[in-house]
């Protein structure tokens, strides 16, 4: 792709030195045929040159055109610019400087064949490419017919120069010659590919800075989304998860342990006498005591258990993946956790009720089941767990 685009470039800008040998070699070829021509024919008409007179300098466009060629390329190689390939190509010829090759001969063969005025293709030679370019000189007109059509008509001085055997037997309307030129792209291809690796460069550049920008907007976004579910989601004063929160989770779990049949409990605590914290020492204190007690449970649940602070001292713990039995080991190890933390010289104590999920409970009935727990150990003397279960052994202080 970027190489197609590459040669592209060189053969378009090649196009704008294509196009001005092609005015030079037409302005040449119309000074010769109906100015300088006509002068000579003329001076010979008016006896001022000898009938026989013949100077390819003046009356040869072919070798006109070629000298000047040669001229210009000395110029060229003297200001160490790129040279041109130049050549009028010719199957009957009479300098051997301007003999056709075969890809020439089969050119000058398919524009006397058919309508084609012109052949333009990139091609490649010695490891080199080169926009190549080839136009028929013109088709042969009644005024070439004494030099090119039969020897005997020929100006002697012709003769003389070229031989009898060589540029003659042609007709009208032929095309004899070709111009063939050759403009090497290796300057172009060069300067191309640096455009391109520039371009492509401040391309990556530019997709690499709207990758970053795109990844900062996304974390900003991921952010503000994160923000924006703590708020819904999360408890402003503890930062553990909300009723909210509680509801959706507990449900989602429900329906989890259905499909799976495994285990799920579920503990239920309050602060005992929290009133008497607020009433004593103020709402500021009943603050700090509520952060703290959430930090000292988080300390003790797994990675998969969640804390909920689901009314003003009232907090829920979903235990996926667990018995009763353990379910009331946790709870009576963050009961003996809460236990020695101190507010201003008065222990904080909670109660805490838990029960395990059963194959015909949904959401309300899992919840008024561990809450019944919760105000059994709170109407058993507060500082205590109890279990739904009246089998279950529960824990006393």
Known sequence: MLQQQVENYAVYENNEKLNDILINQKAL???????????????????????????????????IARNIHQIENKLLQD??????????????????????????????????????????????????????????????????????????????????????????????????????IKIPLQKELEN?????????????????????????LMKQLDAKQNKLEDLVNVDELTKCYNRRSFEFDLNNQIEQVKRTKTELSLI????????????DYGHLVGDTVL????????????????????????????????????????????????????????VVTISLGACQHKQEDDFTKLYKKVDAALYKAKNNGRNRVESCQEEILTFKK
């Open 29 to 63: 070829h119309t000074y010769v045929e109906e100015m300088q021509k006509p002068v000579i024919y003329k001076l010979k008409q008016e006896k001022k040159l000898y009938s026989e007179f013949f100077d390819p300098n003046v009356l040869s466009f072919t070798y």
């Open 192 to 216: 191309a590919k640096t455009y391109y690796n520039i371009i492509t460069a401040i391309i990556f550049v530019s997709l690499l800075f709207i990758y970053v920008v795109i990844v900062f």
């Open 79 to 180: 200001a160490n610019k790129t040279q041109k390939y130049y050549k009028l190509a010719s199957t009957n010829p009479r300098n051997a400087l301007n003999k056709a090759n075969e890809f020439e001969k089969e050119l000058i063969k398919k524009f006397n064949a058919s309508d084609l005025q012109e052949f333009k293709e990139m091609i490649e030679e010695g490891g080199q490419k080169f926009l190549y370019y080839a136009k028929p000189v013109g088709r042969n007109k009644e005024s070439c017919m004494r030099c090119h059509s039969a020897a005997d008509i020929a100006p002697q001085e012709l003769l003389k120069i070229y031989g009898d055997k060589k540029g003659f037997n042609e007709h009208i309307g032929d095309i004899r010659a070709i111009i063939s």
């Open 291 to 346: 952060i703290n007690l959430c930090k000292i449970v988080q300390l003790r649940n797994r990675k998969y258990d969640r804390l909920y602070r689901v009314g003003g001292e009232e907090f829920m713990i979903v235990l996926p993946n667990t018995t009763l039995e353990n379910a009331l080991l946790i709870a009576e190890r963050i009961r003996m956790d809460v236990e020695t933390y101190k507010i201003r010289d008065r």
């Open 268 to 279: 239920s605590f309050d602060i005992d006498y929290f009133k008497a914290i607020n009433d």
